[in-house]
């Protein structure tokens, strides 16, 4: 089969992929795969939508390419095809950052108003956990925990943080962590914490980015 323009063949494909990540739904059930394999009940638990909705997005994530669904007994557990969706996703997530007056909004409004300090480095987190001298919590509810997270953390989910704060060490800097650089939950933990007079910080990314950089992973036992 001859193809008469091959180049606009091609591009008629990347634009598959393109489409299918043009929806904002897409793009959080994305993050939320991103965390570890889920089936379609969970996922849309999660995100709290109908089934039917969450599915049909799911299938035509994975016409695209992008999930990839795997059969367990009578259930069907969807995943990130590989990393390079995750990079695609950070791509996309980028050029709004930088290019859209909405997005500077948003951040300045909602996201800085809780925490404008820099964020912890995955490099200086893993020296600050060598030496001894943070404590890192991960505020992931505890299923998503359990999928992998970064060795050494305490699994505080955002609803316990007053409670866990009691009786943490008020000497020690906390570093909470969750789904990804937006993600509101370490935010809202940081604000929480620093208001009760913690010293607390976010890490710049998430669990995914933590995984794509091939940082160690631990899982619950």
């Not at 704060?165 to 909470?176: C, F, L, N, Q």
Request: proline share 5%.
């Amino acid at each position: 089969m001859s193809i008469r323009n091959p180049k606009q063949a091609l591009y008629e494909q990347f634009a598959i992929v393109a489409k299918a990540l043009g929806h904002p739904l897409r793009l959080e059930m994305i993050e939320h795969l991103a965390q570890g394999a889920r089936g379609v009940e969970a996922l849309a638990g999660k995100l709290g939508q109908p089934i039917a909705n969450i599915s049909q997005h799911l299938q035509a994530l994975r016409r695209a390419g992008i999930v990839s669904a795997e059969r367990d007994g009578k259930f069907v557990r969807y995943s990130l095809a590989d990393e390079s969706v995750l990079s695609a996703f950070a791509s996309v997530r980028a050029v709004a950052e930088r290019r859209l007056a909405e997005v500077d909004r948003i951040v300045r409004g909602y996201f800085e108003a809780r925490d404008d300090m820099r964020p912890v480095g995955r490099e200086e987190l893993l020296a600050l956990m060598g030496d001894g001298l943070v404590t890192l919590i991960d505020v992931r509810p505890a299923d998503e925990f359990a999928l992998g997270h970064v060795p050494g953390a305490i699994n505080v989910p955002l609803g316990e943080i007053k409670a866990w704060s009691r009786g943490a060490a008020s000497d020690r800097e906390v570093i909470a962590y969750c789904r990804g650089p937006w993600c509101v939950m370490s935010f809202e933990a940081v604000a929480t914490l620093r208001s009760l007079g913690h010293s607390a910080r976010r890490l710049e990314d998430g669990m995914p980015e933590w995984k794509a950089a091939g940082l160690p992973v631990e899982m619950a036992a």
